[in-house]
């Protein structure tokens, strides 16, 4: 079962620790599993301050093992350093010591990557929100599009209907 975590936008938002604490971890060595869906597994020797830190961030790690939602700079990132580890024929599946540090590092390019969509700005207070806007005819069904209200004058596109022979 995957942790649930309410508008999660992507690993960008994940502290900067938890980042730290990955790579940490992988270059050391230490493999991480997800064991269920409240608990996680390590191979190899952790430091006890590496304990309470895994303790304290356990949400964020078990959900970056079991559903890892990266932006698009965090994708990349990920792909290129997995992609390396690969063709030096190291373990590149969830929770191994490479897809550790990979994905450490995809969690510091999201962070650094501003968001493509900032957020609309509200209208003033007692503003019309669409008050400016002008309503345009979307659909060529509409008799006011400009392609209907053409033919109709003779310039424009023509459309014909064939006849069926019978």
């Known amino acids: 079962m995957i942790p649930h975590r309410p508008n999660f936008r992507g690993i960008g938002e994940l502290p900067p620790v938890v980042a730290e604490l990955l790579r940490g971890l992988g270059s050391r060595g230490v493999e991480l599993a997800a064991v269920g869906s409240d608990r996680v597994a390590w191979r190899g020797e952790l430091l006890p301050g590496e304990v ?27 792909a290129e350093r997995l992609g390396v580890a690969e063709e030096l024929g190291l373990p590149t599946h969830p929770g191994s010591p490479a897809w550790l540090i990979a994905t450490g590092e995809a969690i510091d390019a999201d962070r650094a990557t501003p968001d493509p969509l900032p957020p609309l700005p509200e209208p003033p207070e007692g503003a019309d929100a669409w008050g400016d806007v002008p309503c345009v005819p979307l659909f060529r069904s509409d008799p006011e599009h400009p392609d209907r209200r053409a033919s109709r004058t003779g310039s424009g596109w023509q459309h014909t209907r064939a006849r069926r022979r019978g």
Do not use: I
């Open 52 to 78: 309470a830190e895994l303790r304290q961030h356990k949400l964020d790690v078990l959900f970056m093992l079991t559903a890892p939602v990266a932006g698009e700079e965090g994708r990349y990132v990920l």
